[in-house]
């Protein structure tokens, strides 16, 4: 009787159903007002930090350090072929997330934490939420993304292009798309 | 008996606009659904508080409900996974808590044993309900909190067989062993 029996998790599940009933009818008052003071002190707390996280992202030197140089990727691949992805070929925000999606693997498809240290700032879950989206996420965490993986000025500059223009064609109709399927299809 | 959910008031139809009206709404009921869980008034004063302060952070979503139901459901939901925050902190902050403390209301029938061993058995038990799949893990402490499948099903707005067979899937998954053994491939 001394030996503890091996207990089963799904034994216990019985038994601490029991013991949970015993507690029905037991509850103390708890305080609303208190409750709501403390709802109301994290809403001020995250208020304010959203407000120095805007200071922060408008300051010249935004939240991500430069690449170093270890951490950028070989530039040409296989006797000078390059299969870099391309963003300005992309012309929908889904077009746009697939070539990120690319540009990850073909940067050597590092993983989100790695990725998330490079950044210095954002997380890692934050940065595989929005590439596994196929709506555009915003320029801060688009930049956060090449920087992530490695890219260079002239990658950040590309992707921030392409951005900015896919974001802006949202409204302005057709016009520029079509001007840009053109000027791909312009291969002599 | 085991009056804590049923015979509250029908829900109002439309969803809460702002979150004051929902906590003064739903305090009472989830204050009573936390202590079910946890058996400690200051625990699931903590539990209930780090709810409401989630639904703060992600209250476009929780406005967005169609009905007061839905958010009374995404609630418990909240409130339970709190609940399971607690009690890991708990088993951190009081080193050997004995065991009546760490389940109020523990009788000696306990089948994992005696004393220290029925303490270490008990945080494998949660550890393993931590480990359930999301559907299944609600139920499973909603269950393990003593509420009927009844109950459960209307605290979560789904049929009672919804919940009388995440109660047996979760079952048949904590008899295959702790997660420890899981990985062994006993599967």
Request: proline letters at 6%; one cysteine or more; charged letters at 25%.
């Given at each position: 009787?001394?030996?503890?029996?091996?207990?089963?998790?799904?034994?216990a599940l019985e038994?601490?159903?029991e013991?949970g009933?015993?507690r029905?009818?037991?509850?103390?008052?708890?305080?609303v007002e208190e409750?709501?003071?403390?709802?109301r002190?994290?809403?001020d707390?995250?208020?304010?930090?959203?407000?120095?996280?805007?200071?922060?992202a408008?300051s010249p030197?935004?939240?991500?350090?430069p690449?170093?140089?270890?951490d950028?990727?070989?530039?040409?691949?296989?006797?000078?072929?390059?299969?870099?992805?391309?963003p300005l070929?992309?012309?929908?925000?889904?077009?746009?997330?697939a070539?990120?999606?690319?540009?990850?693997v073909?940067?050597?498809?590092p993983?989100?934490?790695?990725?998330a240290?490079?950044?210095?700032?954002v997380s890692h879950s934050t940065?595989?939420?929005?590439?596994?989206r196929?709506?555009?996420?915003s320029?801060?965490?688009?930049?956060?993304?090449v920087?992530?993986?490695?890219g260079?000025?002239?990658?950040?500059?590309e992707f921030?292009?392409?951005?900015?223009?896919?974001?802006?064609?949202?409204e302005?109709?057709?016009r520029?798309?079509?001007?840009?399927g053109?000027?791909?299809?312009?291969?002599? | 008996?085991t009056?804590d959910?049923i015979?509250?008031?029908?829900?109002r139809h439309g969803?809460?606009?702002?979150?004051?009206s929902l906590?003064?709404a739903?305090?009472?009921?989830?204050?009573?659904v936390?202590f079910?869980?946890l058996?400690h008034r200051?625990d699931?004063?903590?539990a209930?508080?780090a709810?409401?302060?989630?639904?703060?952070?992600?209250?476009?979503?929780?406005a967005?409900?169609?009905?007061s139901?839905?958010?009374?459901a995404y609630l418990?939901t909240?409130?339970?996974?709190?609940t399971?925050?607690i009690?890991?902190?708990v088993h951190?902050?009081?080193?050997l808590?004995?065991v009546?403390?760490?389940?109020?209301?523990w009788t000696p029938?306990?089948?994992?044993?005696y004393?220290?061993?029925a303490r270490?058995?008990?945080r494998?038990v949660?550890?393993?309900?931590s480990g359930l799949?999301n559907?299944n893990r609600?139920v499973?402490?909603l269950?393990?909190?003593g509420?009927e499948?009844?109950e459960i099903a209307?605290?979560?707005?789904?049929?009672?067989?919804?919940v009388r067979s995440?109660?047996s899937?979760?079952?048949?998954?904590?008899?295959r062993?702790f997660?420890d053994?899981r990985e062994?491939?006993?599967g």
């Amino acid at each position: 009787m001394n030996e503890p029996t091996p207990v089963r998790a799904g034994d216990a599940l019985e038994w601490l159903h029991e013991q949970g009933k015993r507690r029905a009818g037991t509850a103390p008052e708890f305080d609303v007002e208190e409750t709501l003071r403390k709802v109301r002190a994290v809403q001020d707390a995250d208020a304010h930090a959203l407000a120095a996280g805007r200071l922060a992202a408008s300051s010249p030197q935004p939240l991500f350090r430069p690449p170093t140089r270890d951490d950028t990727v070989s530039r040409t691949s296989l006797r000078g072929h390059d299969f870099e992805p391309n963003p300005l070929a992309a012309t929908t925000a889904a077009e746009f997330m697939a070539v990120l999606r690319d540009y990850r693997v073909w940067s050597g498809d590092p993983s989100w934490r790695e990725m998330a240290r490079r950044t210095g700032g954002v997380s890692h879950s934050t940065l595989y939420n929005a590439m596994n989206r196929d709506t555009l996420p915003s320029l801060r965490l688009v930049r956060a993304i090449v920087v992530g993986c490695g890219g260079n000025d002239n990658d950040l500059q590309e992707f921030s292009a392409a951005w900015q223009r896919i974001q802006e064609n949202r409204e302005g109709g057709f016009r520029l798309v079509r001007h840009a399927g053109e000027h791909i299809g312009q291969t002599p | 008996m085991t009056a804590d959910w049923i015979g509250r008031p029908a829900p109002r139809h439309g969803p809460y606009r702002d979150i004051e009206s929902l906590i003064r709404a739903t305090h009472d009921e989830l204050g009573r659904v936390a202590f079910r869980c946890l058996g400690h008034r200051a625990d699931a004063e903590d539990a209930l508080q780090a709810a409401f302060v989630k639904v703060l952070r992600c209250w476009p979503k929780v406005a967005g409900l169609a009905t007061s139901a839905q958010q009374h459901a995404y609630l418990v939901t909240v409130v339970t996974n709190e609940t399971l925050q607690i009690r890991r902190q708990v088993h951190r902050r009081r080193e050997l808590p004995a065991v009546d403390e760490a389940e109020p209301g523990w009788t000696p029938d306990f089948p994992g044993g005696y004393g220290q061993t029925a303490r270490e058995h008990l945080r494998l038990v949660w550890q393993a309900i931590s480990g359930l799949p999301n559907e299944n893990r609600e139920v499973v402490i909603l269950f393990a909190a003593g509420y009927e499948y009844k109950e459960i099903a209307e605290m979560l707005g789904v049929a009672v067989s919804t919940v009388r067979s995440h109660v047996s899937s979760a079952r048949k998954r904590l008899l295959r062993g702790f997660p420890d053994d899981r990985e062994e491939g006993l599967g």
